[in-house]
């Protein structure tokens, strides 16, 4: 049985779907169900397109509610999880402070006090009104933003479609968020780099899943340096201050959603998140600021 690699873009990524398969027909037909699902993930809650769920809930803050589907009502529901599992630092209305901080300008520049506490002011996920129906920002100028759970739901996604399609043996990768269907056609584990955060294009170190997924949030995907420190996209909702903690957190578990969650509260947490991660059981590996290597103890 031949394993057939499928290349794509999408969700601001070079993305890659593995399927073993013996029809290659089977297999492409396959691949392009998962992939077009990711795309209609994207082009649904893509806060940069003025006809996603997130643009008209947002255009719509301190109006009148927006009509949601189950989807969307789920994905809300994590995202209230993972705010009270990150005693609200996680918090998916806290997209504003990309208006303080500008991780494209160039040359970089550190926001004032007074633009970092005008965005803290708007960020207020307990106040959300939200149901099975609906969803309202009840003050002008709140937004919501589904850039921390979405790609990784999507990678959950093809997984599923993969399964379910007839592929029990299938990976997806969407940027380096990785979720496994099953293990490989011989029932050997996938091998999944983790990326090095310092070194473009290196490997730190190699994990085996045979299910399950692998997620990784790190310092070096958007971020600038000014007066010798970096200044990374992954900004704690109470402070409005990126961290500075660790480089990267990589978690392995059941789920994409739940590894990605769980590696950005880590670093949310900062010198908290070796607790915070052990509390959730999960295996780990996670570089700090000084460049050394932690990782969780052994599974029994």
Known sequence: MPLFHFDFDAMASPNELQIWHDDESRARTLAD?????VRRIEAKYSRYR?????ARINRAAGGAAVAIDAETYALLGYADHCHRLSAGRFDITSG???RAWDFR???PRLPDQDEIA???????WPCVEWSRRSVRLPRPGMEIDFGGIGKEYAADRMATICHDGGAPHALANLGGDVRAAGP???????RVGISHPRQADAVMATVKIDGGAVATSGDYQRFFDAGGRRYCHIIDAHSGQPVTRWQSVSVIAP??????????IAMLFEGEAEAFLAREGV??????????LHKSAAPA
């Open 33 to 37: 169900t998962a992939i077009a699902d």
């Open 50 to 54: 003025d006809d996603s769920v997130t």
């Open 96 to 98: 504003v402070l990309r």
């Open 105 to 107: 300008r160039s040359p």
């Open 118 to 124: 005008a965005a803290i002011a708007l960020i207020d």
């Open 184 to 190: 490989q056609q011989d029932g050997s584990p996938w």
């Open 255 to 264: 789920l994409c959603v739940l590894a990605g969650s769980c590696a950005t």
């Open 283 to 292: 295996e780990y590996l996670a570089v700090d600021s000084a460049g050394v």
